[in-house]
């Protein structure tokens, strides 16, 4: 922390930045790669799976919708990250993809904000992570199939 105002007041470091000695005057040392540095924090933390982390983060920066990672430290949105596979989801800063609803079908590198195709009227599935709308069967004898279900 930097001391101001003859060391009555103390000013948090700068975003990205920090020092590891007490009564320090500057914050001269700056957040490496796969790490994050809140504002005031002595040190860095390991960028959470889910996220990156460049130099001088302040705070991590979430993977982009359509793919996921279990991985710490990343360094970048490309650094490890694995597509959403068939039949799941994945939101923004996801780290174990989210399975598809019953009667809807999610392509491979499906996210939050993707078009997924429901199963079309007179068809159904009952099952969840559905690939394709081939997977949907037809409605049973007695029952009412609207789309999506």
Known sequence: MICA???????????????????????????TVGHFCPPGYPGELLCPPGHYCEAASEYPTQLPETSYSRDWGLTSASDSIVSCPEGYTCPAGTVIPVKCAGGVACPAGSGSTSVLTECPAGTFSGSEALTSVSDCIPCWKGHFCPAGV
Request: glycine letters at 14%; one cysteine or more; charged letters at 20%.
């Open 5 to 31: 105002n003859g060391g009555r007041d103390k000013t948090k470091c700068a975003s990205g930045t920090y020092n590891l000695v007490r009564g320090s005057s500057t914050c001269d040392l700056t957040c």
